[in-house]
Every structure is written in C-alpha cells, then in structure tokens.
C-alpha cells in the first residue's frame, strides 16, 4: 500500500461520509469549539471513555461552562462535576481523575497539559488512547490514536491482523504514512458509527464496497 492507495481511500471515505452528512466526532468538536483548548480536549477525552458521541458532547459542554483549566476546576465542588458530567460512564471515577489530573498540572506542569506522551501516561485514568488523541487534537502532533472503530475497521478491511488496540497502534504506524496519523482517528470513527458499523456494518453505501474484503462480517446491509 503506497502513499496512492491511502491519499484515494481517504478522499473516498471523506466524500461518502459528506454525502451521509456526519457529523465530526464529539472530542474534535470540542477542540474546533475551544480553540483547541489542551485541557478541555483532555477532559472531554476522559469523559468520552465508553461513552456515546452524544453524552460525551453534552456533558462536556456542561463542564466547560464552570471550568476550562486546572486552576477553574479545583475551585469548584466535586458533586458540581460530578453533575456536569453525568450520565456519562463513571462519572464518579472520572470526576476523581480530573481533580486529580488538575493539581498534578498545577504542582508538575505549571498548569498546562504536557505535550509528549511519557508526561501524558503519568496523568490518572491517562492511557495510550486519549495521550495520542489529546496530541493528535491540543497540539497537532503525529500519533496513531486506536479505539474500537480504527481497530475493527483496520482489520476489516484487511490492512492489519491484530488482536488488540494496542497491537493496531503499532502496526498501522508500519503501513501508514504520518500524514494520516493525526486524521485517521477522526475519520474512522465517524466512519464506524455511520457506515462500518460494529454490527450489520451498511456495506451497500460504502465507498469500499467492492474492494473490502469485509473481514469478520457474517451479515451486512
């Protein structure tokens, strides 16, 4: 696969979902609408965890509107967070990790989100995913950013052979060029929840239809 085969695939896989008018994923919609806020995007990144799109963009908004850095969201009670964010998945635990995150960016970091991954990895409830999509999102650096819509559509379509997220991580940065690194995420998600979707995955509107080799699919639509 040539830098050809990727620059055609992405056109086409953008022009199909323009055509289904999707909408961005809920994290890229915080960044567009926080001027790519380090702080917001983390903590939207957090709350989206096993989270719907729709629970995550709302209840992010919620929170922003008490507090878009550390220092704002230490000075607010915890029941207020935990209100601003719920109904997302554990709202509890990850209302705990952000106060958390808060003052080690205060004690550690003046108060900012670290740019590289080794500092990210570090924060509480922090792992490989929402480091590179904080990077991806806050600070425009290149990192392959794997949920469960890039890994099964990787593997789908054949790209890859992995078992885990992680493992897609690191053989998609053997096959891709960097380029892409920052846009797959965003585009495979929004991909996989209107199109190549986990079940029954619309392979009849799909730009890939014909060239997929619909791996793991026993039914389609």
């Given at each position: 696969m040539d830098n050809q085969y990727w620059d055609n695939l992405f056109l086409r896989l953008k022009k199909t979902l323009e055509r289904e008018n999707s909408p961005l994923p809920s994290v890229s919609l915080i960044a567009l609408n926080t001027n790519k806020n380090p702080?917001?995007?983390?903590?939207?990144?957090?709350?989206?965890?096993?989270?719907?799109?729709?629970?995550?963009l709302k209840a992010s908004n919620r929170l922003f509107k008490i507090a878009i850095s550390p220092k704002q969201l230490l000075s607010v009670e915890k029941e207020e967070i935990e209100k601003a964010i719920y109904p997302c998945a554990f709202y509890k635990r990850k209302t705990d990790n952000l106060i958390k995150i808060s003052k080690i960016l205060l004690e550690?970091?003046?108060?900012?989100?670290?740019?590289?991954?080794?500092?990210?990895?570090?924060?509480?409830?922090?792992?490989?995913?929402?480091?590179?999509?904080?990077l991806n999102l806050a600070f425009n650096i290149?990192?392959?950013?794997?949920?469960?819509?890039?890994?099964?559509?990787?593997n789908r379509m054949g790209w890859i052979e992995t078992k885990s997220a992680e493992d897609s991580e690191k053989e998609l940065q053997k096959i891709m060029p960097k380029k892409y690194w920052i846009i797959l995420n965003e585009l495979l998600v929004s991909y996989g929840q209107i199109i190549c979707t986990p079940i029954s995955p619309k392979c009849s509107i799909c730009s890939e239809n014909t060239n997929c080799p619909k791996i793991g699919v026993t039914k389609s639509r």
């Open positions: 702080f917001c995007i983390l903590a939207s990144t957090i709350i989206s965890l096993r989270t719907k799109d729709k629970v995550t550690k970091f003046d108060g900012k989100v670290p740019s590289n991954t080794k500092d990210l990895l570090t924060l509480p409830g922090v792992g490989i995913k929402t480091a590179n999509l904080t290149e990192a392959i950013c794997v949920d469960c819509h890039v890994h099964q559509i990787a």
